[in-house]
């Protein structure tokens, strides 16, 4: 019985966040066609939610298309920057001087701005997916590199000492503690980079879309500027933040799912 | 059991008890001189015969801490020499080391958790004889019940009881107790004390715990010794009987032995 009860508060809790959020769009989607009734505003400055939605209609297959191209991107990128990221952390971890030596360079690719840094790259890699997904490694890497290094280094000093009472190796150390332990940072890391992963994908995307048969969001935004067309431009907005709020939710999920069994 | 401690206590002869009773702690002007400066212990020269129980107690801050993690081999004494007979010539798992937080690892069950010594150690034992062994270990510290569940679903004091299974899971020589009950209420810290006891009489044995309770000191050991300032200020042989019950604390050894060890550590002359 307790435990029906808790499931019951748990669902209407849902439902009473879910009808929250909807509430919320519902009136901003009022003001947006209030604001352009009352002022009157031409299609080209601002359509209304009806001409942004047929819009999407309309550009349907092109949006898709974009959407899974990004997508693409985006996850590719991502995985690898995960990847990367961990193997660059672990390395860190083990040694005081390489922290040293090395960090300072993280954060200056976190700080450089990528916009500044996608031209190069393109140059480089040439106008393809490839570069694409080079860019938003770089954007996802520091956030995954500082979460996970912080993960492996900030480690309970009595949990240090037992490891020391057994004699314990470096790389069971690492297995066996270390590596466990930063799983939880892993998945906070991997989901503020999934966010920023559907951004370095647009912004290189830009870049790669000038001129080719590229067709991701990105590419569309640029194509659809050029024209004018607010109310695409719109849409292509919606999809860029949805696709960006799927690649949280799933790597939330995903983390929920693997740290389920550690956590009340 | 008891009934053969109680005699071991009577016949207390550091030199004459080896092998079968735990192993004998000496400690011979061991001091440790932090890099800042700081003189944690000094000049401290005690010892624990086999298969004994000692207290280390103190003010905050007064070493009691250090001088055990120095006994466990976790810092180097400055000064001085710390020689545990049989010699455990480095040799791991042969120190069982409890600490004052539970420290589990959250992503072990209690039972994986109670394997981890015995697999960091690299035996020859396959994991399911691990696993029968930690099950063991947890069915006689009373978790036979709790094996597969995480530490967040233990309470402070099942947590505690992992801990200590843990710390004895490769059968050590000594077990180290640093401040094991501090956070815990009065009553789970009268029933962990009597754990540990009922595990002591179930194996060889030498215990040294850090405490700032004087009664859990009295109630638990043969002999407490009592440090100030980094020094020992003096070692107190228990003189109360065993085996020890809650009908021990309205006796005259008890209210003894307690005024007695306070009024050392105040320093009182």
Known sequence: MPGNWKNNVKWKNNLSGGLAVVTV???????????????????????????????????????LKGIYSTACAAVMGLAVAIALGSVISIALSQSKWLRIAIFPYIILLQTVPIVAVAPLLIIWSGYTFRSVVIVTVIVCLFPIVNSVAAGLTRIDQDMNDLFDLYKVSRAKRLQKLQIPSAINDLVIGSKTSSGLAVIGAIVAEFFVGNGTRYDGLGTLITGWQALSKTDALIAALFASAALGLAMFATVHFIGAVVLRRWTS | MQRQQAKLIESDHISNQTTNTGSSIDCRCVSLVFSSGTRAVDEVTLSVPAGKIMSLVGPSGCGKTTMLRMIAGLEKPTAGEIQITPSIDGAAGEIGFVFQQPSLLRWRTAIENVTLPLELMSSSATQSQNRSTAAQMLQQVGLADSVNLYPHQLSGGMRMRVSIARALVTQPKVLLLDEPFAALDDTLREQLGGLVLDLWTQRPLTIVMVTHNIAEAVMLSHRIAVMRNGKLAETIDNPMPWPRDDSNRSQAPFSDTYQLVRSVMRGDD
């Not at chain 1, 080209?44 to 009806?50: N, Y």
Request: no cysteine; aromatic share 12%; hydrophobic share 55%.
């Open chain 1, 25 to 63: 769009a519902l009136i901003a989607i009022g003001v947006w066609q209030a604001i352009v009734w009352y002022w009157g505003l031409p299609k080209a400055l601002l359509p209304t939610p009806k001409q942004t939605f047929d819009s999407a209609v309309m550009n349907r297959e092109s949006l």
